[in-house]
């Protein structure tokens, strides 16, 4: 089994509809991540969780919020949804360790998402 | 602005061919990190480079991290169509809690 699963795998919406994108992992990781990647663009990040009860803000956060509900569950939102927000999502995990090369992140099978 | 530039952004050659990649930055990192991404999945890590100038081998992937910790490269001896991905590298900064992804390569082995 995967150790980072995502759902949906495929999602086309409409523009102003809320949507919940859902990601899990097995890996026992205290750090989560969301991404969201362009063509051109490489992946930038949304949110980070470094645990439960620590959420903050990435590069690229307006329209977008985020839930963790467990160390091992972590949820992004869109409130309300529109074209640009058109975008593969990748969540990620990573150990928490201090040392240089510690936040090696595993990733999820990724999310497309359509808002039309 | 991107912190991490990658070159070429697209690159397609024969199978049996070698071949470069870089990653570059006006930056220090404290480590660098590669990743290859196949369609339909998420981005998968190769390797980590920790020490300036050090140098980590893959099978026939070689990777380098620069003497000043700026830049960073990718090798590829006898490309093969299994090579085929999106390469990304990424950094982590010194006072920075997350990681910074370059903008890729898109390699295709043409068999």
């Known amino acids: 089994d995967a150790d980072v699963t995502q759902t949906p795998r495929n999602r086309i919406t409409k523009t102003g509809k809320r949507i919940m994108l859902e990601c899990s992992q097995t890996?026992?990781?205290?750090?989560m991540y969301w991404y969201r990647q362009d063509p051109g663009l490489g992946l930038r990040l949304i949110y980070y969780?470094?645990?439960?009860?620590?959420?903050n803000k990435g590069e690229i956060s307006d329209g977008y919020s985020v839930s963790r509900q467990a160390q091992a569950k972590f949820s992004l939102s869109l409130e309300s949804a529109i074209p640009n927000q058109t975008a593969l999502y990748f969540c990620a995990t990573s150990d928490s360790g201090t040392g240089r090369g510690s936040y090696e992140q595993y990733f999820g099978p990724g999310t497309r998402l359509t808002v039309t | 602005t991107q912190l991490l530039e990658q070159s070429p952004q697209f690159l397609s050659i024969q199978e049996g061919e070698n071949l470069t990649v870089y990653c570059n930055s006006s930056?220090?990192?404290?480590?660098l990190q590669w990743y290859r991404q196949e369609p339909g999945e998420g981005p998968v890590l190769l390797v980590t480079?920790?020490?300036?100038?050090e140098v980590k081998k893959l099978k026939r992937l070689t990777f380098q991290f620069g003497d000043a910790r700026k830049d960073s490269s990718l090798h590829i001896t006898a490309a093969q169509t299994g090579d085929t991905g999106l390469y990304l590298c990424?950094?982590?900064?010194?006072?920075?809690?997350?990681?910074?992804f370059g903008t890729g390569t898109r390699l295709t082995v043409i068999p």
């Open positions: 990424a950094g982590d900064q010194t006072g920075a809690n997350n990681l910074f």
């Open positions: 930056s220090v990192f404290s480590s």
């Open positions: 969780s470094f645990d439960v009860k620590d959420i």
């Open positions: 890996k026992g990781h205290d750090r």
């Open positions: 480079v920790v020490t300036g100038g």
